[in-house]
């Protein structure tokens, strides 16, 4: 199994500000995405995170308003630009080990 | 769109009896389908899977049943005990191994 590792583990910002948050594998990894579980709701899948590439895009989220770095195997970023109060969210940081897709602990998100 | 439907959105069940929580879908074309679990302040841990081509896969407790004529998974838990107590998620891949698309949960009270 994968060992995750996010911070930081909550915060509560304002509104128009950033935060970036980081996620930690404890081996490599190839595949890596980020996920949010707004309040109430399921968990959805944000973007991929690629190594060496840009950062892959699901539908209705897009690269300015979460900017992602993947700068080795082991290490992602997301950044929350811009900051609303919709974006109060838990963010989870993903990642697929033999077969299986393990979650981080979670950022959880409060945007006054 | 929704791809995975979980119904019920809470749970109760008494200690020792058996828990039994639904999932429906609605693409045929799913290779597999897997369960998870999620504590409060904690990342969903996978739980269980099962592969489009069988209909019952057991792991001590827990037991996930499939039925692709009716489109319905269920995840059996006997018997029931409080630390079982958390969300659970059923999941299906967008795209074999990767990207997950997820139910909306269903909260289970085991009672002691």
């Known amino acids: 199994s994968a060992v995750i590792s996010q911070k930081p583990s909550r915060d509560i910002c304002q509104r128009g500000t950033s935060l970036t948050i980081q996620c930690q594998v404890d081996?490599?990894?190839?595949?890596m995405f980020w996920y949010r579980q707004q309040p109430g709701q399921s968990l959805t899948l944000i973007a991929t995170?690629?190594?060496?590439?840009?950062?892959?895009?699901e539908s209705g989220f897009v690269i300015d308003k979460f900017p992602i770095s993947r700068p080795n195997l082991t290490f992602s970023t997301l950044t929350v630009s811009n900051m609303s109060p919709e974006d109060s969210s838990i963010y989870l940081c993903?990642?697929?080990?033999?077969?299986?897709?393990?979650f981080g602990p979670g950022t959880r998100l409060t945007v006054l | 769109d929704q791809q995975v439907k979980q119904n019920s959105p809470s749970l109760s069940v008494q200690e020792g009896r058996i828990s039994i929580l639904n999932c429906d879908y609605t693409?045929?074309?799913?290779?597999?389908f897997l369960w998870y679990k999620k504590y409060p302040a904690e990342g969903p841990t996978f739980l269980i899977s099962?592969?489009?081509?069988?209909d019952k896969n057991e792991d001590g407790r827990f037991t996930v049943f499939l039925n692709k004529s009716a489109k319905h998974l269920s995840l059996h838990i006997v018997p029931s005990q409080p630390g079982d107590s958390a969300v659970y998620f059923c999941?299906?891949?967008?795209?074999?191994?990767?990207?997950?698309?997820f139910g909306a949960g269903t909260i289970l009270r085991v009672k002691s």
């Open positions: 993903s990642v697929v080990s033999t077969y299986t897709q393990y």
């Open positions: 081996s490599q990894v190839t595949m």
């Open positions: 995170a690629n190594q060496g590439s840009e950062a892959t895009y």
């Open positions: 693409n045929s074309m799913f290779d597999y």
């Open positions: 099962i592969s489009s081509i069988k």
């Open positions: 999941a299906v891949p967008k795209e074999y191994g990767n990207k997950l698309v």
